[in-house]
């Protein structure tokens, strides 16, 4: 509570010192004109009700004021704190590719990503991401996976995930950079005539996915406030993926039971 009372004291002595020395300028200057227009302060002391109208309008405007100069002066003071900001630059929803990431070991990898069934080992977003630093001390990016607000469709099994980010650990001030984020999922129906319908009804529905980021910045002073990364998309690409894939390797029989109606 003191420590509230002394800012409050500190805000009031910023806004109100300033404001007075605005107020006390413009009524130096309305005193100027007076002393030169002697008609204009008769015509003023006749008339009361313009006389607090003026009173009243400088007053404002030098409040105005004052606060916009607090306001340039704290905003000027936090430019300077280390500020990282996340925005999606590509994305795009797909299949394994049999190659490279394994973020499942216990599922086994195939050369082209698929079985002998015609499924994927598993599917996954991917998104290229920049990450830039708006102030100019060197900042930390602390994330996480907001599971809460990540959606799928049933389709795929939200519980078994994994999830990557190959971004700088640090940001130095005025910079930026890109990195990888991948969001990697398990299929929760690997029967392939059941797989192949769910996958039309997928299609049919336009569903869309939303995987959600929470982040802030580790400052030399503390964290700036949490922010939100939402990377959103629909199922189309990696559809006909699967299409050309099963229309290639001689999965007729799948093929014909997932045609978007």
Not at 140 to 166: M, Y
Not at 185 to 213: G, I, T
Request: glycine content about 8%.
């Amino acid at each position: 509570m003191t420590k509230f009372i002394t800012d409050f004291l500190a805000y009031l002595k910023s806004v109100f010192g300033t404001t007075w020395k605005i107020a006390f300028t413009v009524f130096d200057i309305l005193g100027i004109g007076l002393f030169f227009c002697p008609k204009l302060a008769e015509g003023l002391v006749n008339n009361e009700l313009l006389v607090r109208a003026i009173g009243g309008l400088i007053f404002f405007i030098s409040f105005l004021l004052a606060n916009f100069f607090l306001y340039r002066e704290l905003a000027e003071a936090t430019s300077y704190q280390a500020e990282i900001r996340l925005e999606v630059v590509e994305k795009g929803f797909t299949h394994s590719h049999g190659g490279g990431r394994t973020p499942f070991r216990e599922i086994p990898k195939n050369p082209y990503g698929f079985d002998k069934q015609g499924l994927p080992d598993w599917c996954y977003l991917w998104a290229n991401i920049r990450v830039v630093n708006i102030g100019y001390e060197k900042g930390q990016l602390a994330w996480e996976l907001d599971r809460a607000k990540t959606k799928l469709p049933s389709l795929f099994a939200s519980d078994k995930i994994s999830v990557e980010f190959h971004s700088p650990a640090s940001v130095e001030g005025r910079h930026s950079s890109r990195g990888d984020f991948f969001f990697d999922v398990l299929l929760a129906e690997r029967e392939p005539h059941a797989f192949a319908q769910s996958l039309k009804a997928l299609a049919n529905s336009k569903q869309r996915y939303q995987v959600v980021l929470r982040y802030n910045t580790k400052r030399v002073d503390g964290e700036s406030r949490t922010r939100e990364l939402p990377i959103k998309g629909d199922f189309r690409g990696f559809y006909q993926e699967i299409l050309t894939y099963w229309g290639n390797n001689g999965f007729a029989d799948l093929v014909d039971l997932a045609p978007i109606t």
